[in-house]
């Protein structure tokens, strides 16, 4: 669902950047009370994921494609505002680097398929893990049904941005409904991988997982006539996260550099609904089109396998260290925040 340039006009292109500009700005300060010892350092990966899952296009119709969108599966890992910005920081680097997604709808893609999907998602699975029952299942259950609900929402949003500034004169209906069926059906796609991830990584080490805090009650011993609770024999902040880092980051490289051959070379929904319904009609060139990574290959590397999977480990590597120094930085200014010193006068 990359917007490219020219799907949207100006006025509304600017508009979305602001929107987009405050939504990270007000993550950036969420994030602070999110990230702890448990997901800073996995935050980054959680987004260099994100952009290794997002190149595996898989087919849901005839001629059709879809990828992951990962607002779902952030928000759930580490959070909502932590999430915002992990997608955002892979949109970033797709458009920059990769020339996906239009520079001048980068305002657009955050607001749809960072803010829209990680607020849809993170809501409805709060809503159901409320009302669940509290084991390890229902974190799955509720993360499929939020991940398969976010995914039409962004084209519900798309369309509604299309209605207002879009540069074609196409029949909205129309548009809405191809948006949303196909939409429907890349859902599926997406809860299969979101609630595969997230039950994968809570059954290992549930403490990592942000949507499922609070999922275990703590052992309590009656001292003195009064309840308290029993201290853990393993601190969570003192486990390590090394090997679940390394796994991740593994599977990442793997993903991006070898199995992404395989992917659809089908056009995804929007491209798919664009092409059909003549939304395409005023595209605009990228501004990074003759980049040395652009359209996920390296220039120059005549094999098409190996100029893929270089792309994508290129990718992966520089997603990983621009989303760990982004979170490294937010979380150094809450522990600034919280010290001693910047408590004072």
């Not at 990828?67 to 959070?79: E, M, S, T």
Request: net charge positive.
């Amino acid at each position: 669902m990359h917007v490219p340039d020219g799907f949207i006009d100006a006025p509304l292109s600017a508009a979305t950047g602001v929107v987009a500009a405050a939504a990270v700005a007000v993550s950036l300060r969420g994030a602070r009370r999110e990230l702890d010892e448990r997901t800073a350092p996995l935050a980054g990966l959680v987004a260099a994921f994100i952009f290794a899952v997002q190149m595996l296009n898989f087919p849901v119709a005839a001629g059709t494609s879809g990828h992951l969108l990962g607002g779902a599966l952030a928000a759930i890992l580490v959070g909502p505002y932590t999430g915002v910005l992990c997608v955002s920081v892979v949109l970033l680097m797709q458009g920059i680097l990769f020339a996906d997604g239009g520079l001048t709808a980068l305002g657009v893609n955050i607001t749809d398929m960072a803010v829209v999907t990680t607020v849809v998602a993170y809501a409805v699975f709060r809503g159901l893990v409320k009302v669940l029952p509290r084991r390890r299942g229902s974190i799955t259950a509720a993360s499929f049904v939020a991940a398969v609900l976010s995914v039409p929402a962004a084209a519900v949003a798309f369309t509604l941005i299309y209605a207002v500034g879009g540069t074609t004169d196409v029949s909205i209906g129309k548009v809405a409904t191809a948006m949303i069926g196909v939409h429907v059906l890349i859902g599926i796609g997406e809860a299969a991988i979101t609630a595969l991830t997230v039950g994968a990584v809570v059954a290992v080490r549930p403490d990592l997982v942000y949507g499922a805090r609070g999922l275990r009650q703590k052992l309590k011993l009656r001292v003195g006539g009064e309840l308290v609770d029993v201290p853990d024999t393993a601190p969570v902040a003192a486990r390590s996260h090394r090997k679940v880092w390394i796994t991740g980051l593994v599977t990442s490289l793997v993903l991006a550099g070898f199995v992404s051959f395989y992917a659809s070379a089908n056009p995804d929904g929007l491209e798919k609904v664009a092409a059909d319904k003549g939304i395409d009609a005023k595209t605009e060139k990228h501004a990074t089109a003759d980049s040395p990574l652009a359209d996920y290959g390296v220039k120059d590397v005549e094999d098409a396998r190996l100029s893929g999977g270089l792309a994508g480990v290129i990718g992966v590597g520089v997603t990983v260290v621009a989303g760990s120094t982004v979170f490294w930085v937010v979380r150094r200014r809450r522990t600034d925040d919280t010290s001693p010193v910047g408590t004072g006068v």
